[in-house]
C-alpha cells in the first residue's frame, strides 16, 4: 500500500477526476426530491469521514502544535532530530529514481504496445498488471529473493554489479534504487493500462493523417501520440510523487531480513514517525513529523481537485 | 533500403518487450516455483526447473503447522478485516454515490471535494494520525482500529458515483416517484438492481486495498494472534534462516524456516487476490478504463 498507488485505483481515480469535470458542471439532480432524502444516503459515509478523515487530522494537528515548550516546538524537535533530513534524503533519492524511471520505461513501453495487434498488445498489458496483485509486504518477500545473488533467477544481472551474497546487494547505497525498482514492479502495469486507455482516446483520423503525411510509427509516437497524453504523464508523476513521500513498507519488510543491516528502523519519514512514536511514546513530535508528510499530500491532492481542469481530456 | 532498417527496429522494440516481460512475470513464475524444491535445489537447479509433488507437500505442511499455526490464525485476521471492512465500505459508498448523483442537498459539492481530495491523497498519509486518534479511544488491538478505516473508502463512494450520474436515467427515478415509490424506495428497488456492476468493482477494490493493507495493521495490531498475513509474512522473515542467521545459533528454541517455506506463505497470502485478479480481469480492466475510454 505504501508507495504504489494499488494500480487499479489510480486508474479509476483518474475516471473519478475527469467524471467530476464532466458531471459536476453538466449533470443537475433532478428538482423535486426531497433534500433531507440526500442526507439519508450519505450520512453513514460522512460519519466514517468525519471520525476516520477529519477526526485523525485535527487530532494530529492538535498534538503537533500542544506542547509546554511553545508554540511550534514539536516542529522544531523534529527537524533537530539526526534521523529527520537522513530520512527525508532517502526519500528524496528514492522518489527521483522511480519517478525518472517510471516515467521513461511506462511512456516508452506503452507507445510500443500501442503499436502491435491489438490483441498481443492486451496479452502484454494483462502480464504486466499481474504483479500489482502482491503489493504490499507480497511484493517486498518477492524482492528479497529477486535480491538473493543465490537464489535469485536474475542472478546473473545481480553478478555483473559484483554482487555475490545477499548482503552486498542490500548495501545501504542501493536501497533507493531497490525501493524504486520494487514500486515499479508493482505499480507500472497499472499506469501502462490506464495510458493504454488514453492512447485509445487519440482519434484515428489524427493517426491517419500523420501516416497519409509521411510520418512513420516512431514519429507518431514522438509528436503526435506523446503530446496528448502529456496530462496523464504529469497525474502519473504527481500521485507517485505524493505516494513516494510516504514510503514505509517497503523499508519496513526489507529491514526484517537482519542481513539488512543498512535499512534503519527509521528510514523514511514515516518510519521514523512511528518510531519515536511507539519507542519513546513521544506522540506529539510524531504527530508533527506526520503533519509535515500530510501537508505533502493535502497540498499535492488539492492541487489536483481544484486546478483539475489541467487534467481535463480533449 | 527502408526495408531492412525497419524490421531491426522491430526485432529491437520487441527484445525491450521481452525484457520487460521478462522482469515483470519471472519473479512471479519463479515464486510459484520454489515451494516445490528444497531450499539445496533452489541454489542447484534452474530457477525455473519444476522440484516435485511430494516436496510441494511437505513445504505447505511446515508453513501452515510452523508455530502452532499461526499462518491459519492470520488468515483468519486477514478475512476478518477485510471483509468486515469492505462490506461497511460498500454499505456506506453505494447509498453515498447515489445521494451525492441523484438527489440534492446543501453541501453536496463540498462533500464531492472533500471526498475528492481524500481519494487522491496518499491513504499511508492517515495512518499515524489514525493510529494517534485510536489510542487516545483506546482502540488499538481491537479488530475496529482496522475495519473501519477500511470502511472509509472515498474512493468507493467517488466510482458510485460515477456510476450513478452516467447511467441510471433520471427519468427512470422520476417515473418511479410519480408511482409513489419514496425515496428509500427509489433507491431500493431501482437503484441498487441497476447498481450490481458497481456494487462488484467497488467492493473488489475495497477487499483488495484491505487485504495487501501493511501500513495500518503493522501500527494497530501488538499480538502475534492479532496479525494479518501482511505483518505475519514479515514475521516470518525473521524466521527464515537465509535472511536471519544469527537467531539460529546453537540452542535457540525458534523454529527455523527455510526459502521455499516463506515463499510458500507469500503464495498463500497473494492466492486470494490474485484468483480474483486473473478470473475478473476483463471487468477490472473495464473499470479502469471506464474513465479513459471515450463515452
Known amino acids: 500500500m505504501s508507495v504504489p498507488l494499488a494500480p487499479a485505483v489510480s486508474g479509476g481515480r483518474v475516471r473519478a477526476l475527469r467524471a467530476s469535470r464532466a458531471g459536476g458542471a453538466r449533470e443537475r439532480p433532478p428538482a423535486g426530491t426531497s433534500r433531507t432524502a440526500g442526507y439519508f444516503f450519505v450520512a453513514l459515509y460522512v460519519g466514517l469521514l468525519l471520525l476516520l478523515g477529519i477526526a485523525p487530522v485535527v487530532y494530529a494537528i492538535y498534538l503537533a502544535l500542544s506542547n509546554s515548550g511553545g508554540f511550534g516546538a514539536n516542529f522544531t524537535h523534529a527537524f533537530n532530530d539526526y534521523r529527520f533530513v537522513p530520512a527525508f534524503e532517502h526519500i528524496i533519492e528514492f522518489v527521483a529514481f522511480w519517478l525518472i524511471s517510471q516515467t521513461v520505461l511506462v511512456v516508452g513501453l506503452v507507445l510500443m504496445l500501442h503499436n502491435l495487434e491489438p490483441r498481443v498488445g492486451a496479452a502484454f498489458r494483462f502480464l504486466f498488471y499481474i504483479p ?31 554482487y555475490a551474497q545477499f548482503d552486498n546487494t542490500i548495501a545501504p547505497s542501493n536501497l533507493p534504487v531497490i525501493f524504486a525498482v520494487m514500486a515499479f514492479w508493482t505499480g507500472a502495469g497499472g499506469w501502462i493500462v490506464v495510458m493504454y486507455g488514453a492512447l485509445n482516446n487519440i482519434p484515428t483520423e489524427l ?11 516512431f514519429q507518431t509516437a514522438l509528436r503526435i501520440k506523446l503530446p496528448l497524453i502529456r496530462k496523464w504523464i504529469i497525474y502519473m508523476l504527481v500521485l507517485s510523487f505524493a505516494g513516494g513521500t510516504q514510503l514505509f513498507t517497503e523499508p519496513a519488510v526489507l529491514g526484517q531480513a537482519a542481513l539488512g543491516v543498512g535499512v534503519s528502523q527509521y528510514w523514511s519519514p ?6 519515536i512514536a511507539s519507542q519513546y511514546d513521544e506522540f506529539n513530535v510524531a504527530a508533527a513529523i506526520s503533519v509535515v508528510l500530510l501537508v505533502f499530500g493535502l497540498l499535492i491532492a488539492a492541487i489536483l481537485v481544484w486546478r483539475g481542469r489541467f487534467f481535463e481530456v480533449d | 533500403m527502408a526495408l531492412p532498417r525497419r524490421y531491426a527496429i522491430r526485432l529491437v522494440g520487441l527484445a525491450v518487450l521481452l525484457v520487460f516481460t521478462a522482469l515483470f512475470f519471472v519473479p512471479i513464475i519463479w515464486l510459484l516455483l520454489a515451494p516445490t524444491k528444497t531450499d539445496g535445489q533452489l541454489l542447484s537447479q534452474s530457477p525455473f526447473a519444476f522440484g516435485s509433488l511430494s516436496t510441494l507437500g ?3 505442511n511446515r508453513v501452515v503447522n510452523y508455530d502452532g499455526q499461526s499462518l491459519l490464525v492470520w488468515l483468519k485476521n486477514s478475512a476478518i478485516y477485510s471483509f468486515g471492512g469492505t462490506a461497511l465500505a460498500v454499505l456506506a459508498a453505494i447509498p453515498a454515490g447515489y445521494g451525492l448523483a441523484l438527489t440534492h442537498f446543501i453541501g453536496r459539492k463540498t462533500l464531492l471535494s472533500i471526498t475528492l481530495v481524500v481519494m487522491i491523497m496518499p491513504a499511508t498519509a492517515l495512518v499515524l494520525p489514525l493510529f494517534l486518534e485510536m489510542n487516545k479511544v483506546g482502540l488499538v488491538g481491537t479488530i475496529w482500529s482496522l475495519i473501519l478505516p477500511f470502511g472509509f473508502f472515498p474512493f468507493g463512494v467517488y466510482l458510485a458515483y460515477i456510476y450513478f450520474s452516467s447511467t441510471i436515467p433520471k427519468d427512470l427515478l422520476a417515473a418511479a416517484r410519480i408511482d409513489g415509490a419514496n425515496e428509500w424506495g427509489v433507491f431500493r428497488y431501482i437503484a441498487v438492481p441497476l447498481a450490481r456492476p458497481i456494487i462488484g468493482l467497488v467492493a473488489f477494490f475495497a477487499f483488495v486495498a484491505s487485504w495487501n493493507n501493511f501500513f495500518l495493521p503493522f501500527v494497530m ?4 494472534s492479532q496479525y494479518p498475513l501482511q505483518i505475519g509474512l514479515r514475521q516470518l522473515i525473521g524466521s527464515t534462516a537465509t535472511f536471519n542467521p544469527t537467531n539460529f545459533t546453537a540452542g535457540s528454541s525458534v523454529e527455523v524456516l527455510h526459502r521455499p517455506d516463506l515463499a510458500m506463505a507469500v503464495i498463500i497470502a497473494i492466492l486470494p487476490v490474485l484468483i480474483v485478479f486473473l478470473f475478473s480481469q476483463r471487468t477490472l480492466v473495464q473499470g479502469m478504463l471506464a474513465g479513459a475510454t471515450k463515452e
Request: aromatic fraction near 18%; hydrophobic fraction near 60%.
Open chain 1, 132 to 162: 500489482g496483485a502482491l503489493a504490499g509486504a507480497a511484493s517486498v518477500v518477492v524482492w528479497l529473493f529477486m535480491l538473493d545473488p543465490t537464489a535469485s533467477p536474475f542472478a546473473f544481472v545481480l553478478h555483473w554489479f559484483g
Open chain 2, 58 to 60: 511437505h513445504t505447505f
Open chain 1, 207 to 217: 493517426i491517419e493523417a500523420a501516416a497519409i503525411d509521411g510520418s512513420n510509427a
Open chain 2, 221 to 224: 495490531t501488538y499480538d502475534t
Open chain 1, 270 to 275: 514515516n518510519q521514523l514517525a512511528w518510531f
